[in-house]
């Protein structure tokens, strides 16, 4: 099976066309998918959804693009992964969502996503981080990170940013935490398009606190935006307009 998938991935890179998958590829240790472009289908904002590729714990996925509108539930991460140059062409529900527990990492460097219009990375995993850097931001978004609000089961999760640029927009801030469960973002080398220092608006905020609840118990506040506190490490001087 896996050397069926292989040959379909070099023939769709060849002819140059995208590479689509009946089902969740799964990937168990390094898969560099050489530029491909894979994808299923896109139901909205269904949270039913399964995803478009599966990440067993310590894998790694390499140069790969998710098609628009066929990114499903994007790239579960069930414990330390790392994904590297990937492009999400389309945000469908999530980009990618961190399920590994804790003391497992989720690291997201290089590649860009375009156009999340709830939250473009989803953490669920206690105790656990996810690591974002060299990333680029297009397209209308709501948020770039999210810690679960409501989770059936709620704890501490870690974030740290870097090195982001923004050349789009973000109209529900960079990163909501859940202050009531110790969750930290560090946010820091931020390139934000237009970005407005003076703005106390969700769109211009690095760091939204929330307070979280456990599934079934009610729904998430939003507290507010946050500079320079234990749970929200960014300061304005962090983040640069261009």
């Known amino acids: 099976m896996q050397l069926e998938l292989k040959k379909i991935l070099a023939t769709a890179l060849l002819i140059g066309v995208p590479f ?13 998918f050489g530029g491909a472009t894979v994808g299923t289908s896109c139901n909205g904002g269904s949270e039913s959804q399964q995803p478009v590729i599966l990440v067993k714990d310590g894998g790694i996925v390499r140069n790969v693009r998710l098609q628009a509108g066929a990114a499903a539930d994007g ?3 069930e414990g330390n992964c790392r994904l590297e140059n990937v492009t999400w062409a389309d945000v469908c529900e999530d980009a990618a969502t961190m399920k ?5 990492t989720m690291v997201i460097t290089g590649g860009s996503a375009n156009a999340g219009n709830d939250k473009i990375f989803q953490h669920n995993g206690i105790g656990s981080t996810v690591t974002i850097t060299n990333f680029a931001v297009n397209g209308s978004n709501g948020k770039l990170y999210r810690a679960c609000g409501d989770c059936s089961s709620q704890g501490k999760r870690t974030v740290n940013i870097s090195n982001v640029t923004v050349n789009g927009t973000l109209s ?6 859940n202050t009531n469960y110790g969750d930290v973002a560090t946010i820091r080398s931020i390139r934000w398009k237009n970005w407005n220092s003076t703005s106390t608006s969700d769109s211009n905020a690095a760091c939204i606190a929330y307070r979280g609840v456990i ?26 307009r261009f």
Do not use: E, F
């Not at 729904?219 to 304005?236: F, L």
């Open 172 to 177: 529900s801030g960079m990163a909501g935490i």
């Open 100 to 104: 590994g527990g804790s003391g497992k």
């Open 215 to 240: 599934k079934g118990q009610g729904s998430s506040t939003k507290i507010g935006p946050q500079w320079g506190t234990a749970n929200c490490n960014v300061t304005r001087a962090d983040i640069t």
């Open 20 to 32: 689509a998958a009946s089902a969740t590829i799964t990937v168990t240790g390094t898969r560099d």
């Open 75 to 77: 790239i579960h991460c």
